[in-house]
């Protein structure tokens, strides 16, 4: 554990933590002093080594001096990182040239075009190509195919010692810079081209990436939303309707009736049924105005249960349901409003369609799931339903929308789960909804 957290302590020095800014140019930022610091300690590893085996004539107190300001630029970038201000293309740009300039004075000082690490070059031109505009690219490449043709004509012209090589090595070595120098040519535009087009396509298809998700956040909110206006909707409709016969009651009563009845008791039940109504109405406010309807909600099943049970019982006082709960656990589930007006439309489907009663179970099942088991012993679903379940607009009854079944199965597909309708044997519907419980839960 010890080990992590020193690792974890390490990486996040390495990699800073961003401040509110997750561009494109920060990120780039941080690799490329990643980069920087990577190769300058490779490049130092591969310089003992070599010195071990062979002497070189290599000017150390200038390396030295060359390390510690490489090192000092890195410290730099990370206290740069940790401001708050952009990080502009420009600025990367400027130190992608601050990576070119060390490059120049330790070419420069240590063989010039012979040194393998002139071709660092085209890993700097691949992270221009990849981070920055082609504007910046195309410059980048040009000033690395100069300054590789400047150390190249620089070599070339360098008088060697014909103690120390023959003309003929001579010539084939230069031949050999001058081949090195072509490829060079040849990768420096492959990559300016192949690699900007690249990552063009690659933008491009992230911005459409994130549009898609965007239009999928929104939709799942307009359905979240809507699952839960037509279960309030539901919720209204009850209420609406005791309200409206206590009314006609009254109103077929005359004055003198009025003075001499006793009214207090419809006057309560007028009262309960407008709270009921505000209730709904409330709930309905309160889950559009937070900051995130479709933020998933955890509650456990025996709370989730009594709420259903309480609603049905109050909604529906002269209906036959049974609740039952298997097991001895009491699991958490995911469940917000929507779902709970689901189960609640589904209940009241079978509540209407059920000639005596209406079962509903809750269970544990074997795939980490748990099973809402709602049966009716009605008539059954018709076979011209069946065919289209899920469906909007879908239903056998002229006082309903047809939407229930369509944004209960939205609600709890949003949520992991599923709906799926049968008609028993033995006659009436049964509806199974499967729910996915939460990992790492304590019962």
């Known amino acids: 554990m010890l080990n992590n957290s020193r690792r974890q302590s390490w990486f996040e020095w390495l990699i800073p933590r961003d401040l509110g800014n997750t561009s494109a140019t920060r990120q780039g930022l941080q690799r490329l002093l990643l980069l920087r610091g990577f190769v300058t300690v490779m490049s130092v590893l591969g310089l003992l080594i070599f010195q071990s085996f062979s002497e070189l004539d290599i000017p150390f107190s200038f390396i030295m001096v060359l390390i510690a300001a490489i090192f000092a630029s890195i410290v730099l970038g990370y206290w740069r990182l940790q401001q708050r201000w952009a990080v502009s293309q420009m600025e990367l740009f400027c130190h992608l040239l601050m990576d070119v300039v060390f490059l120049v004075l330790l070419v420069y000082y240590t063989g010039g075009v012979s040194n393998p690490l002139i071709s660092y070059l085209l890993v700097l031109l691949a992270v221009t190509a990849t981070l920055l505009p082609r504007s910046f690219v195309y410059s980048f490449a040009l000033g690395s195919i100069l300054l590789y043709t400047f150390f190249l004509l620089l070599d070339m012209q360098t008088d060697h010692e014909p103690s120390m090589t023959p003309m003929e090595d001579n010539v084939v070595f230069q031949l050999h810079l001058v081949g090195m120098w072509v490829i060079f040519l040849v ?12 990552a063009t396509v690659i933008r491009i298809r992230e911005l459409n990436l994130a549009k898609a998700r965007e239009n999928e956040i929104r939709n799942e909110q307009l359905v979240a939303i809507g699952t839960l206006a037509a279960g309030t909707a539901h919720a ?8 409206a016969v206590v009314l006609t009651e009254l109103d077929k009563l005359n004055a003198e009736q009025l003075k001499t009845a006793d009214i207090k008791d419809d006057i309560t039940v007028l009262r ?37 049970q309480d609603y049905i019982t109050n909604i529906h006082p002269t209906a036959t349901v049974q609740f039952s709960i298997e097991g001895e656990q009491d699991p958490t589930i995911p469940v917000d409003l929507s779902v709970k007006h689901a189960v609640i439309n589904i209940i009241e489907n079978g509540i209407k369609a059920a000639d005596s009663r209406v079962d509903v179970q809750f269970r544990l099942s074997g795939d980490d799931n748990i099973e809402i ?22 239903s056998m009854r002229k006082d309903s929308m047809g939407l229930g079944i369509f944004l209960a199965n939205a609600a709890v597909q949003r949520l992991g789960g599923k709906i799926e309708m049968f008609n028993r044997k033995v006659g009436g519907a049964m509806t199974l909804i499967k729910l996915p419980l939460i990992a790492n839960q304590e019962n």
């Open 272 to 308: 309960q049924q407008v709270t009921r109504c505000k209730d709904s109405l409330t709930q309905l406010i309160r889950y559009y105005n937070k900051d995130n309807p479709v933020e998933e909600e955890h509650d456990r099943l025996s709370v989730f249960v009594s709420d259903i």
């Open 373 to 394: 088991v709602i049966t009716d012993d009605g008539p059954g679903i018709p076979p011209q339903v069946m065919e289209n379940l899920g469906e909007p607009f879908i």
């Open 236 to 243: 209204l409709g009850t209420p609406l309707s005791t309200m």
């Open 187 to 198: 990768s420096a535009i492959l990559i300016s081209v192949f690699i900007t087009r690249m």
